[in-house]
Nanobody
Framework: QVQLVESGGGLVQAGGSLRLSCAAS????????MGWYRQAPGKQREWVAT???????NYADSVKGRFTISRDNARNMVYLQMNSLKPEDTAAYYC?????????WGQGTQVTVSS
């Protein structure tokens, strides 16, 4: 079992920046891919970015060039640096971590971007 706790959300003006963090704890051998997803009110949860254990990254087109995902394997942490934020980035952001045989989710952290 992996417990994930996100932090770093908040209210920011358009054009601003936020850095999300996600801490993993619990009983597991190792975490493979980690990622961030988001869900806006009335919309389905969508993928934002993922990073493999070796550091390979992928981004949704909507955030490419503005968001950067990174991780610290020793501390079981994953981060999302969000720059040039837009009102359409407003959503609850969820951390996801995959181990052998399971995908685990955090409770989410709210990001609100005002215009």
């Amino acid at each position: 079992q992996v417990q994930l706790v996100e932090s770093g959300g908040g209210l920011v003006q358009a054009g601003g920046s936020l850095r999300l963090s996600c801490a993993a704890s619990g009983s597991f051998t190792r975490i493979n891919t980690m990622g961030w997803y988001r869900q806006a009110p009335g919309k389905q949860r969508e993928w934002v970015a993922t990073i493999t254990r070796d550091g390979m990254t992928n981004y949704a087109d909507s955030v490419k060039g503005r968001f950067t995902i990174s991780r610290d394997n020793a501390r079981n942490m994953v981060y999302l640096q969000m720059n040039s934020l837009k009102p359409e980035d407003t959503a609850a952001y969820y951390c996801q971590a995959s181990t052998i045989g399971s995908a685990n989710w955090g409770q989410g952290t709210q990001v609100t971007v005002s215009s």
